[in-house]
């Protein structure tokens, strides 16, 4: 595996650990769509959460986060879809980002939440 899926992989793992350290419940990691995937699908309370993991080993060109672009958030707006209706969900959903910057060793998560608003 290249190096860069090792550090996503990795990156994944964090936030998954993360989430669950907030009281989230983990329904689907990796979830696909046809070519669409959702890192991380899980339930916070009343909502349904879509979680984009992004993850890097340096921010000299901006923070793992910026990488979520409209046409991603247009991708995981079609994937949520797709989950809500094959699993009838009727919970609000949420799009969140959780980056991951691993550097020396070192983890720095930020989860942000309500990070976009699907758009028609």
């Known amino acids: 595996m290249a ?3 090792d550090i ?3 990156g994944e793992v964090l936030a998954q650990k993360h989430l669950k350290e907030k009281g989230y419940t983990i329904l689907e990691t ?6 669409d995937e959702i890192d ?4 916070d309370g009343k909502f349904l959460i879509i979680a984009e993991v ?3 080993q340096s921010n000299r060109l901006g ?3 910026i990488s979520v672009t409209r046409d991603k958030q ?3 707006v079609r994937a949520a ?3 809500i209706q094959r699993h009838n969900i009727g919970m609000e959903t949420r799009f969140d980002i959780v980056s991951v910057l691993l550097k020396n060793e070192k983890a720095t998560i930020n989860h942000i939440v309500d990070a976009f608003y699907p758009t028609l």
């Open 74 to 76: 247009r991708f995981l």
């Open 63 to 65: 923070e793992p986060e």
């Open 54 to 56: 992004k993850t890097r």
């Open 3 to 5: 190096e860069h899926n």
């Open 30 to 35: 990796n979830w696909r769509h046809g070519k």
């Open 40 to 43: 991380i699908i899980a339930t």
């Open 8 to 10: 996503g992989k990795a």
């Open 81 to 83: 879809d797709a989950y």
